[in-house]
């Protein structure tokens, strides 16, 4: 049970460290995601606490039997507490009345927290219990009443996120009513299948019944997914954005293959290389500004014949002008690059030429000019070498294997 107990933990604190790689641009102290950062790992330490192995270690070296159980509800009734907060810093509003939400919220569940150490140290409680003592101590005064106290605080806090996902998933769409669903589900999960099974355990051995497994073998597991739904739904409105737009640097990055195979030989002012453990969005803009370099270095190079040439055979083949722009550009860039390597002179026809991936912000201009090189040139790109043959860097850009697309 340790071992699945801490494997929750694991997974659950995971999703903090995720959140807390942000651009390091963002506020090194945006409440929202310390809140969020906050919450999460107490619940990863719900789980660590709670796991009978720690239990165990936490008895044995405090000396006192059933420590672990005060140093859990404690560790529960803060994480209570810090989804109350996050629950506060997520809705917003003036800094004053957030503040003001934040301390009542931090002071109510302090004062739980003292209560339930006083109520341990008042109980008689010397028989170690590590995974039943929610109901082998329903009976025992203070005990009793420690149990019953943390249940409430949980279960306070459990409600006003439900109340508080239900309002405002009304008035929200998008990835945020996505988040908020899923922390319903999950607030919904945790107050039926933990909640509910330890007060009903609890209340049959009242009554003199034994239901035991239902707070040592149904109760945990529907806490462990409950808080997993729940994390789920406070980093998601946050992460997937971030996700999505490196998954579409990737995309970029790989798209921009046959032109970075064309121009990635020609010599340009020295760049720090990308490390290969940089997120997609970093190794993209290294090489979308090396590229930008390099056709700087090459526009001494463009033949504005080959340019024109291709572009009259596309537009009477049908393309589309810019389509027959692109062609045309692919075309002289292709020349250039093999008139750079071969170490030529400048074409006489060399002049001032914007290409379109130039004019355009962002990668999606190279990103077309990357894609014109893949395609089949003009018949007339074959006349651009003095001796009639397919220039070596076209025939490359044209025969080289492509890359599996990425959406």
């Known amino acids: ?3 699945v107990v801490y494997l929750a933990a694991f997974v659950f604190g995971m999703t903090s460290v995720l959140l807390f790689r942000r651009p390091r641009t963002a506020a090194p102290r945006n409440p929202l995601t310390l809140s969020t950062c906050a919450a999460i790992i107490l619940g990863a330490l719900v789980f660590v606490c709670a796991a009978p192995a720690t239990l165990a270690a936490v008895n044995s070296l405090t000396g006192i039997p059933n420590f672990g159980a005060p140093l859990t509800y404690g560790m529960l009734s803060a994480y209570s507490c810090a989804v109350l907060v996050l629950l506060i810093n997520w809705r917003g509003g003036s800094r004053e009345r957030v503040r003001r939400m934040v301390l009542r919220s931090v002071a109510a569940y302090g004062a739980l927290v003292v209560a339930i150490v006083l109520l341990f140290a008042l109980a008689d409680a010397d028989t170690e219990r590590l995974t039943d003592l929610d109901t082998y101590y329903a009976n025992t005064p203070f005990m009793r009443e420690m149990i019953l106290l943390y249940l409430l605080g949980h279960s306070a806090a459990m409600l006003v996120m439900c109340v508080v996902c239900v309002k405002w998933g009304r008035e929200v769409g998008g990835l945020l009513r ?10 919904l999960l945790d107050v039926v299948g933990f909640q509910l099974t330890k007060y009903t355990a609890v209340v049959a051995r009242w009554s003199g019944h034994d239901l035991d497994f239902l707070s040592t073998a ?12 729940c994390s789920a739904g406070f980093v998601l409105p946050r992460l997937l954005p971030s996700a999505r737009a490196q998954w579409r640097g ?4 790989r798209r921009l293959g046959p032109l970075w195979s064309l121009v990635g030989s020609v010599p340009t002012a ?6 290969w453990w940089q997120l997609p969005q970093a190794r993209l803009q290294w090489r979308e500004v090396s590229i930008h370099d390099a056709l700087l270095a090459l526009a001494p190079y463009f033949d504005h014949r080959v340019r024109e040439r291709v572009r ?3 537009l009477r083949a049908g393309r589309s002008p810019h389509e027959a722009r692109l062609a045309a550009e692919a075309a002289m860039l292709a020349d250039a690059a093999r008139r750079a390597a071969a170490r030529e002179e400048p074409p006489e026809t060399a002049g001032t030429y914007r290409l379109h991936a130039t004019e355009v912000s962002g990668t999606d201009g190279l990103v077309e ?3 014109a090189l893949r395609r089949p040139p003009s018949a007339t790109a074959a006349t651009t070498a003095p001796d009639g043959a397919v220039p070596p860097a076209t025939t490359k850009a044209v025969t080289e294997p492509e890359e599996p697309h990425v959406a």
């Open 250 to 253: 990737l995309g970029d990055y």
């Open 1 to 3: 049970m340790s071992l």
């Open 178 to 187: 996505t988040g908020l669903r899923l922390i319903l589900v999950g607030a």
């Open 369 to 371: 000019l990357a894609q």
């Open 270 to 275: 020295p760049k720090p290389q990308a490390a």
């Open 312 to 314: 009259d055979t596309a």
């Open 218 to 229: 149904v109760a945990p597991p529907m806490a462990s997914l409950a808080a997993l739904l």
